[in-house]
């Protein structure tokens, strides 16, 4: 199979070629130590999550150096063998140095499904809270109001189960606090 120039077959892809197709690609893949996970379409609601998150997070971390990106930019996971493309991160200013891959988040957010819930909570919690610059990670349920918001505390992660519209997330490093009611507005 070719794809944007680029040879696929079912051996493992390398890295280099995966970053060379996906450039060219009009779908998105991630990457996992060596095959490609083509990125389904999301659901409305999914869609209204990341936007709720965008418009609250972005010009607060802006005016603190921080750049926000959606689901379009690739985050490099682990030494080039898994890039993903989180629903939501944040990354210092200075912290990048390539216009397609990050490397350095301090924030990310998923928006899981019920068919995705455990590949956000579990194997892709266990690749970001790896990453030494991250600081924040929130799994957000698209069925029903709940975040299961991780907090980096020294070398620990503390972990804060939400499902109240009262309940709220702070992100004490920015100053930020961030109420379910919030998240979920017009949901």
């Not at 893949?29 to 609601?45: N, Q």
């Amino acid at each position: 199979m070719t794809t944007a120039g680029v040879q696929i077959t079912e051996a493992a892809l390398s890295a280099e070629a995966y970053l060379k197709m996906e450039r060219a690609s009009e779908q998105r893949h991630e990457f996992y130590f060596g095959k490609l996970l083509a990125m389904p379409g999301e659901s409305i609601t999914a869609n209204e999550l990341i936007n709720n998150c965008l418009e609250l997070l972005r010009r607060p971390l802006n005016a603190q150096s921080l750049r926000v990106f959606t689901h379009d930019i690739k985050l490099a996971v682990k030494n080039g063998q898994v890039y993903r493309y989180p629903d939501l991160m944040a990354v210092a200013a200075s912290d990048i140095t390539d216009q397609f891959v990050m490397e350095k988040p301090q924030l990310l957010i998923e928006v899981a499904s019920p068919d995705s819930y455990h590949t956000d909570r579990v194997v892709k919690w266990e690749e970001y809270s790896a990453l030494p610059s991250m600081r924040y990670y929130l799994v957000i349920a698209q069925d029903k109001m709940s975040v299961d918001f991780f907090r980096r505390v020294g070398e620990n992660w503390e972990l804060a189960a939400l499902t109240k519209p009262e309940d709220a997330l702070e992100l004490s490093e920015w100053g930020l606090v961030l109420r379910l009611a919030d998240l979920y507005a017009g949901i």
